[in-house]
């Protein structure tokens, strides 16, 4: 094998292995704002998944398959191979991902010559952002490799019509695999239209051939839209007109003509380019070369078309509201292409000047000043400000124009003096080289300390909780936007559902739903109790997750509960017991006496004690009345019992990491002291006094609690009378149902302490856990736990 042969092997064995390396593990928390890069994957394989284990393919409203019904046969068809899980979905998805690369190299080695073909290679394989994507079973990476292979065609065509039509036909099926890429059907059609324009006069194709030619693209992508739009669309075009109904448009497109302008001002491409500032700002600097090359009439189809997707990609969500990374990871690949020729550009300089026309230079300046003032605006001067700090003028129209016309001007005066008198010696063309291979490092050392980052910190939650609810839970059916994620690992019944999009109409009717796990982040937890609250307010809380930076909870919907009860003497109690499945319940009935009424209270913690029958119930379907008898003796009568049932499969006692809750003060610290990881760090000496924990305003049911904050303490002022306050609020810290200081003189330095809170929640109550510290320590928050009672609160002493 020969030297390019080696490195091309190695670098695809590298590439390749990166993606390949921990599938299961989560993508990373701080890569995207949304939660689609966690859990989508679940809704897009789940009419694959319900066909293979429960033999529908659709058993509810949600039809992933007509979003991208390629894809979901292939995952199908995988499936019944291998099994469903996450890995086997995700295998799916790295096969196009290695595809992506193939055929990537394959139009790039034509193009750029050797090592720049393999540098463009690597610098895509090792991309974060496009890495990252590949490796998580999504739309995405399937259609960025039709986008791609319909380039190839183009590319390999030669004006041969065939390969052309296919070229035509793969650009259509990037829009079978994700509708919102559309603007990329065209993208071959005007580039080859564009190439034939510039430089027909060297190819000399006669009219009828070329109308021939663009006329097999257009064939290729009518054909494809004919066998989707009878196949696919016709059958299915109710529910698929309501897929991209008023909910997805007011989401995705702006209302009017103001709000698409306001986002073209706002386009936050720093938020998404930041972690790639070599390749994006190399690939802007190119464009006004390749805009010479195009009037000379040597630019090649490879970069006029990557050129067109990037354009036809960065105009189209310029204007849209919703606009997630996941939407911007097409745009990586004709970056990286173009940064690279940048690259080879100034490596291997060696054209000499160009006889333009006056109007040719005249259009090359127009252009270089709209081009380059763009840049600055979206690209230049925002990295700049994330790297080196705010300028030190303001931003305005005028600055932009006036640092675009300095850059072009002094830009021009390089170019001047390079060919003049610098191009031929040799040590400005070495400082070339040196100055393109410390981009390209830089680069590569960006992206890899990324991924690197990543694999240190790396979870397998979404696999180990999926897993846990299968253990957990019999024959479950699982509500919420996140429930196919969370039982991709599983056998349960997954339920899709969000408001005005799918499955939001009388779900907890129209299904036989047991649990619902709902998130926080996007407060569907709230949209749950505030839609469905006789279903909600009757729910248990049966477990927590931490993940993503955020908390879900698992509910179940579908348990037996107490809707009322009376007593005499706190002893003997008539009960009326809810049961609202149909089979037939064990349970123990378990009381909690509390001693003092409910009021404000601070130190003096109010007494309680359990109690209750260790004979088994049986519950039938329906409404039952009960009558127990609970041998207890009291010395003080109790002012409130609290009854609730045991069952074997349920659970009291959750934790909320610290790190999960909002802050005011203190700093996210990585330790291996901490039960996940992280500790909530308070430096009396660096950080202001404040609210080191509050929220997470949940909702909870009537019950009782008991709240231990996990904490230590260092650099502790003795002189300081306060130090922490820890309280349980709602409202905003309107309403307190438990609150208690703490001073110096009860801190022990450096040792886990554990102050708690005892409390009853009379009735639903959106909590909040608050810790408030007034800097008279140093603290380490590792987590709180709940040991959280469900029932039915009545009053003691028979009234």
Request: charged letters at 20%; hydrophobic letters at 45%; glycine letters at 4%.
């Amino acid at each position: 094998m020969n030297r390019r042969t080696i490195f091309l092997l190695l670098v695809f064995i590298f590439i390749i292995t990166l993606r390949l390396y921990t599938p299961e593990a989560d993508p990373p928390a701080d890569l995207s704002w949304s939660g689609g890069l966690w859990f989508d994957e679940g809704n897009q394989c789940h009419n694959a998944r319900c066909k293979l284990l429960f033999n529908e393919w659709y058993p509810d409203e949600w039809k992933d398959l007509l979003y991208a019904p390629l894809l979901g046969y292939l995952k199908y068809a995988w499936f019944k191979i291998a099994g469903v899980g996450l890995l086997q979905e995700r295998l799916v998805i790295h096969f196009f991902s290695i595809l992506c690369l193939i055929f990537f190299y394959l139009i790039v080695r034509d193009t750029l010559s050797f090592p720049y073909d393999i540098i463009a290679l690597l610098l895509l394989g090792i991309n974060y952002i496009y890495l990252m994507y590949n490796r998580v079973g999504m739309f995405e990476t399937p259609t960025i490799f039709f986008a791609i292979l319909s380039l190839y065609f183009l590319i390999k065509a030669r004006h041969r019509p065939f390969f052309l039509f296919l070229s035509g036909a793969s650009a259509f099926l990037i829009y079978t695999f994700k509708n919102l890429y559309i603007p990329f059907v065209p993208v071959t059609f005007f580039a080859y239209l564009v190439f034939v324009i510039f430089n027909n006069k060297e190819l000399k194709l006669p009219l009828k051939r070329i109308i021939v030619n663009a006329g097999s693209i257009l064939a290729g992508i009518f054909v494809v839209f004919l066998i989707w739009y009878t196949t696919f669309y016709l059958p299915n075009r109710e529910w698929i007109l309501h897929g991209a109904g008023p909910f997805i448009k007011s989401v995705l497109f702006p209302e009017d003509m103001d709000k698409a302008i306001d986002n073209i001002l706002r386009y936050p491409l720093i938020h998404y380019y930041k972690r790639l500032p070599i390749i994006w700002a190399a690939s802007l600097l190119y464009i006004p070369i390749l805009f010479r090359k195009l009037l000379r009439r040597t630019a090649t189809i490879a970069e006029l078309s990557f050129f067109m997707l990037f354009m036809a990609h960065g105009l189209f969500f310029s204007f849209i509201s919703y606009r997630p990374i996941r939407y911007f990871v097409a745009a990586v690949p004709p970056m990286v292409f173009l940064a690279t020729l940048l690259f080879e550009k100034l490596s291997k300089h060696t054209s000499q000047p160009y006889a333009y026309s006056r109007i040719q230079i005249f259009s090359i300046y127009l252009f270089d000043f709209i081009w380059l003032y763009l840049a600055m605006y979206l690209c230049f001067i925002p990295l700049f400000t994330l790297y080196f700090g705010p300028l030190a003028f303001p931003r305005s129209l005028l600055q932009y124009l006036l640092t675009t016309i300095i850059l072009i001007v002094f830009a021009r005066l390089l170019y001047y003096l390079y060919f003049r008198y610098l191009q031929k010696k040799t040590a400005i063309n070495i400082l070339l080289k040196i100055a393109v291979a410390l981009l390209i490092l830089g680069s590569i050392t960006i992206n890899m300390k990324q991924y690197i980052d990543w694999q240190i910190n790396k979870t397998y939650k979404i696999r180990d909780i999926s897993r846990k609810l299968g253990v957990d839970l019999k024959n479950a059916y699982i509500a919420g936007l996140t429930s196919p994620a969370f039982n991709i690992e599983n056998k349960h019944k997954s339920l899709f559902l969000w408001e005005n999009f799918v499955n939001y109409n009388e779900p907890y009717k129209k299904y036989p739903l047991t649990h619902a796990i709902l998130g926080l982040f996007n407060k569907e937890i709230h949209y749950h109790f505030g839609k469905w609250p006789e279903i909600m307010n009757q729910s248990y809380l049966v477990d927590v997750f931490n993940l993503r930076n955020t908390i879900f909870h698992l509910y179940a919907v579908r348990e037996a509960y107490i809707a009322d009860f009376t007593t005499t003497d706190n002893k003997t109690f008539t009960l009326k017991i809810i049961n609202p499945v149909k089979e037939t319940i064990s349970t123990k009935i378990r009381a909690l006496y509390l001693f003092e009424p409910d009021q404000q209270r601070s130190q003096e913690m109010p007494a309680y004690s359990f109690n209750g029958t260790e004979e088994l119930y049986n519950i039938s379907p329906g409404e039952n009345t009960l009558e127990i008898n609970i041998p207890v003796e009291f010395e003080v009568p109790p002012q409130s019992v609290l009854l609730y049932l045991e069952t074997t499969n349920m659970k009291n006692i959750f934790r909320y990491e610290a790190e999960m809750m909002k802050k005011e003060t203190g700093e996210r610290i990585k330790t291996k002291e901490a039960s996940d990881g992280y500790f909530v760090a308070f430096d009396r000496q660096r950080h202001e006094k404040g609210f080191l924990s509050f929220g997470p305003f949940i909702p909870y049911r009537q019950g009782f609690m008991i709240v231990k904050y996990k904490l230590r303490y260092h650099d502790i002022d003795r002189n300081n009378k306060n130090v922490a306050l820890f309280e349980v609020s709602a409202g905003h810290g309107k309403k307190r149902f438990a609150y208690r200081h703490i001073g110096a003189a009860e801190l022990v330095e450096g040792q886990y302490q554990f102050p708690s809170l005892y409390f009853m929640i009379p009735d639903v109550s959106e909590l909040e856990f608050r810790l408030y510290v007034y800097g008279g320590a140093s603290i380490d928050f590792d987590s709180i736990d709940i040991e959280y009672y469900q029932g039915k609160w009545g009053l003691g002493n028979g009234d």
